[in-house]
């Protein structure tokens, strides 16, 4: 059966909930806009994104969108408001085995993560490294990333959840919130779908021959944010569908940290900066902005700013210095 699909956007703790089981992860998908019609079809019916490169770093690039994160960083901090970012590491960097023969990671690329961590430390950005919590997971038939698919699975989800879970409790000992509020996590249930990357690129015949995934996620649990007299969530995500609902990533948040968390995510074309701009206009960060941003992104396109027409929609783009101005005024305002 299709679950109702879920539309993306700003989500409070009350809605999470409910939002939980709502949303098949083909339906948020989305391509860059400029993106090659194409993936790479690897072995086993592992498909891989093929606009996301294999062989090119961009350092320029990378360093400009460390700074820019660097001034949302200091605009929030003014609000006394502090960021976290988790950068969600390459599908083909946790299954290069499965990658087609003649195709691998450049040496370049192999040392793509190491210098976008390494840059968001030097810039004092408050990151953590991935990689760890995606290996965990890889244990019998589970994996971190589903075959045929775009996005990390809700096993992964979870684990990176819990990573900066503990991150929070190292570093923020006095989170904000009462304890008891966080949610409860619903069984296991799995589903049998056709991966995005096959659904929005594959002809009929291949779809047939890769054939469906089983996504095994959570059934709704208890929101406990949605309490009476819990009171505002003290972390907010922002993000793409890889922090979706259906993937469970702000759920295991809220029940690792045992706090509500509310979310704003948009499908990846929107990109991360127009995204987080949204979370700042909305009269909940007016009111009661959270004590920790948590502003996820990916690797893949990191290196991409605001005015990067070959990654987002034409509505999203924007110049490095409007995205600056209009993030300032929002966290301001």
């Known amino acids: 059966m299709t679950l109702p699909p879920l539309r ?5 703790r009350r ?10 992860v083909a339906a948020s998908f989305a391509a860059p806009a400029q993106a090659q019609n194409t993936v790479i079809i690897g072995k086993g019916g592992w498909l891989f994104p093929g606009w996301e490169s294999l062989t090119t770093l961009d350092k320029p690039g990378i360093d400009k969108v460390v700074g820019l994160i660097a001034d949302t ?10 960021l976290i970012v988790p950068v969600v590491p390459l599908k083909a960097r946790s299954y290069a085995a499965n990658l087609p023969d003649g195709t691998r990671l450049s040496p370049e690329i192999e040392g793509q993560y190491d210098y976008i961590l390494g840059q968001l430390r030097q810039a004092g950005i408050e ?16 994996t971190a990333f589903y075959r045929a698919d775009y996005h990390w699975t809700a096993w992964a989800a979870e684990a990176a959840a819990d990573a900066v879970g503990q991150l929070i409790k ?15 996590l619903g069984q296991w249930i799995t589903q049998r779908n056709l991966g995005d990357l096959a659904q929005r690129f594959l002809t009929p015949e291949q779809q047939r021959q890769v054939g469906p995934d089983l996504f095994t996620v959570r059934a709704s649990g208890q929101s406990g944010g949605g309490l009476l007299g819990s009171g505002p969530a003290p972390v907010h995500v922002v993000g793409n569908s890889f922090v979706q609902p259906y993937l469970g990533f702000p759920q295991k948040l ?15 074309n929107v990109g991360p900066y127009a995204t987080l701009l949204q979370f700042l206009a909305t009269p909940d960060f007016q009111r009661a902005p959270p004590q920790i941003v948590i502003w996820q992104f990916n690797e893949g396109p990191f290196h991409s700013g605001p005015e990067s027409p070959d990654q987002w929609d034409t509505a999203s783009l924007m110049s ?5 101005d209009r993030m300032q005024q929002g966290v301001r305002r």
Do not use: M, Y
């Open 15 to 24: 809605a999470l909930g409910a939002a939980a089981a709502s949303l098949l």
């Open 73 to 82: 960083k200091a605009a929030l901090a003014g609000r006394n408001i502090a």
């Open 320 to 324: 490095p210095q409007t995205f600056r």
């Open 254 to 268: 809220s029940s690792v940290i045992d706090r509500p968390v509310s979310l704003t995510w948009q499908p990846g």
């Open 8 to 12: 993306p956007g700003a989500l409070t």
């Open 170 to 184: 190292q570093k923020f000992p006095r989170l904000g919130g009462q304890p008891g509020t966080g949610d409860k």
């Open 127 to 142: 990151t953590l490294d991935l990689r760890p919590a995606l290996k965990s997971v890889e244990t019998g038939k589970q």
